[in-house]
Structure formats: C-alpha cells, structure tokens
C-alpha cells in the first residue's frame, strides 16, 4: 500500500484496523508505504475504503501467496 502525502497520516490508523502490519516505512517525500496481511476477504473492503477516503490517493498492490 502506499498513500500519498496528503492523505498518509489520517490513512495508517484505517489500515491497522484492517490488517495485520509486516512493514511501514515514511518515505523521504511523506508518503506512507507498508505492506500488510489481511484476510482475502477483508481486501475489498479496505481498498474500497482507501479509495474513499484518499480520493484515489493511494496505490495498491495485491500479492498472493
């Protein structure tokens, strides 16, 4: 997941509500990278609610085991 600068910070709290957080990083332009693990399930909900609330501010990556 990464979310751009304007809508990082209100964003992470909505993700770890979601899913479980393996790894985050600040970028060095404010952006905000993670990448998380959450039941298939639960994806569509989170990417639609990211989309939302970010106005298509965000990108996402869905990798599968």
């Keep these: ?3 751009s ?3 990082a910070r209100q964003q992470s709290s909505i993700i ?4 479980t957080i393996l ?8 952006c ?7 039941p298939s ?6 990417i639609d609610e ?3 609330r970010t106005h298509g501010g965000v990108e996402i990556t869905v990798l599968e085991n």
């Excluded at 770890?16 to 899913?19: E, K, L, V």
Aim: proline content about 3%.
């Design 1 to 3: 997941i990464h979310i």
């Design 5 to 7: 600068v304007k809508y």
């Design 16 to 19: 770890r509500s979601y899913a």
């Design 23 to 30: 790894k985050e990083e600040w970028l060095s332009d404010g």
């Design 32 to 38: 905000y990278f993670a990448t998380v693990e959450l």
């Design 41 to 46: 399930g639960v994806a569509p909900d989170l």
């Design 50 to 52: 990211l989309n939302k």
